[in-house]
């Protein structure tokens, strides 16, 4: 790689991460029906040539925010989990262990209002829009399979396992975590921490069975 195509894919980069951040704020704000090509430009700071020399349309901008939205759902999961193993303390009771645990996910239930409008907006703009469907759908499978995955692996090192099969596992995490928080929004106009660590600390009773004493 040359010099000059270092700096250009940089420069690439660079403007790809501004139109997604544009694209964020104007979503959440004026719901995906309201996010235009020039709309999203502009608050980026960018003409409608740069974002065509970006993207070939709003579809495939849509899709990569989608994507960015999953890896960063998918990478905080991961440091939860980190912090769970970090954490946990040796000889516990694997439930004393899984409830201790609860306290380490419970951030991720309590998203900011603009994100919870971000991806209620994305999933209708899928809905609407064919071009943007079969990226949606892959983006939400591949997060969902690590976060599985990411799950499986934690239940495994506390002496149990999810007694659910990965798909229906996938869609009760999915239902679980999306709409709990839309719904905590809804009702009270804000995040109650303690009834979504009360909530997630049934999920696990549900989805999670103990083997063997820690």
């Keep these: 790689m040359t010099a000059d195509h270092a700096v250009t894919t940089r420069r690439r980069a660079a403007t ?15 719901g995906a029906g309201g996010a235009t090509v020039e709309g999203i430009a502009e608050r980026a700071g960018f003409t409608r040539g740069a974002f065509y020399s970006n993207y070939s349309d709003l579809d495939e901008l849509i899709v990569d925010l989608i994507r960015d ?3 960063v759902r998918l990478a905080d999961v991961r ?6 193993a970090v954490n946990r303390t040796p000889g516990l009771t694997i439930g004393d262990a899984l409830s201790g645990g609860v306290r380490e996910f419970v951030h991720l239930l309590q998203p900011p209002m603009q994100d919870v409008l971000l991806q209620a907006e ?8 064919e071009g943007a469907r079969e990226g949606y ?27 659910t099969s990965p798909g229906i596992t996938m869609e009760i995490l999915l239902g679980f975590f999306d709409q709990g928080s839309a719904m905590s929004y809804l009702d009270l106009g804000r995040i109650d921490a303690d009834a979504q ?3 997630l ?9 103990t083997d063997q004493p820690c």
């Design 201 to 209: 600390s049934q999920l696990v009773d549900v989805i999670i069975e």
């Design 79 to 84: 440091e939860a989990a980190a912090q769970f």
């Design 122 to 129: 994305l999933r209708l703009y899928a809905l609407r829009h």
């Design 137 to 163: 759908v892959a983006v939400v499978r591949e997060t969902m399979t690590g976060v599985y995955e990411i799950l499986a692996s934690l239940c495994s090192s506390v002496g149990s396992h999810v007694r």
């Design 16 to 30: 790809r991460a501004r139109l997604l951040s544009a694209a964020r704020e104007v979503i959440a704000e004026r």
């Design 69 to 71: 939205v999953g890896e």
């Design 197 to 199: 660590i009360a909530r």
